[in-house]
C-alpha cells in the first residue's frame, strides 16, 4: 500500500492519522555543515526558507553547497498527516511534499537567490511528479515565513514563468504558501548523499537559466 503512486491530493478527512510526536532520533551535528541538524533556534539575523522540488536528496544536496547558507534539513510539509513516516508519505495519503529546510544568512546569500536556484534545478511545470519520480510528495512547492518572501516568490515565479510560456514549456504550477508545519525526516534521509555519494540524484529541469535582467 505505501509503494502506490498517487496523483491527486485526498481529501483531508482521508488522510492518515500520523502520532504526536516524532518516534525517531535524529543526529545533533549537520554531516556536511559545522552546525545543528535540528535548528528550532536560528542565529540572529538568519531566516528560515523552504522548498519542494522533487526527491529532496538532491535537493538538499543542492542547497548545502550555497555560500550563505548554514544549515540544511530534509522532511515533510504541506499535508494534514503529522509527523509522518517516510512510508506513509510515498503512499500519498498524508498530502505532504518531501521538503528542503534551509536556514542562510541573507547578508550573503538572499531569499531570491535561493529561488532563482530553485526554478533552475527542477521542473516546475509537472504538478505531481519529477522527471519519474511520480507522486503528490514531488510536487513543486514554495513555502514563505514573511511578508517580504512571499513578495519575491511570487514575483521571481512570474518571471520565469513568463519566460517559460516565452519558449512554450508549460504553466507553472509550483505551490506557493505560508510555510505550513514541517516535520523532519528520518535520521539516515539527513545528507542523504554525503553519506551515500553514489546514490540518486533526480535533477529534472527545464535547461532555462534565470532571466538575467529579474
Known amino acids: ?3 502506490t503512486r498517487k496523483a491527486q491530493l485526498v481529501a483531508p478527512e482521508e488522510t492518515l492519522v500520523g502520532r504526536s510526536e516524532r518516534n525517531f532520533p535524529l543526529s545533533e551535528k549537520h554531516k556536511v555543515l559545522d552546525a545543528p541538524l535540528v535548528t528550532d533556534e536560528v542565529p540572529e539575523g538568519f531566516e528560515v526558507a523552504f522548498f519542494g522540488l522533487g526527491c529532496f536528496w538532491g535537493a538538499e544536496e543542492i542547497y548545502w553547497q ?3 547558507v548554514w544549515s540544511t534539513s530534509v522532511g515533510y510539509a504541506g499535508g494534514t498527516t503529522p ?11 498524508t498530502n505532504h511534499t518531501e521538503a528542503v529546510r534551509i536556514v542562510f544568512d541573507p547578508s550573503k546569500v538572499s531569499f531570491a537567490d535561493l529561488v532563482k536556484t530553485f526554478f533552475e534545478v527542477h521542473d516546475p511545470t509537472q504538478g505531481f511528479r519529477q522527471g519519474n519520480d511520480v507522486g503528490t510528495q514531488y510536487r513543486s512547492a514554495i513555502y514563505f515565513t514573511s511578508p517580504e518572501q512571499e513578495q519575491v516568490a511570487r514575483d521571481l515565479t512570474k518571471v520565469y514563468g513568463d519566460e517559460l510560456k516565452r519558449r512554450r514549456l508549460g504553466d507553472i504550477t509550483t505551490e506557493i504558501r505560508q510555510a505550513p508545519t514541517y516535520y523532519y525526516a528520518e535520521d539516515h534521509h539527513q545528507q542523504y548523499l554525503a553519506k551515500n555519494p553514489f546514490g540518486y540524484r533526480c535533477h529534472a529541469n527545464t535547461g532555462v537559466k534565470f532571466p538575467a535582467t529579474a
Open 83 to 93: 509527523h509522518p513516516s517516510y512510508d506513509e508519505v510515498c503512499s500519498g495519503r
Open 66 to 68: 550555497l555560500p550563505g
Open 1 to 3: 500500500m505505501f509503494l
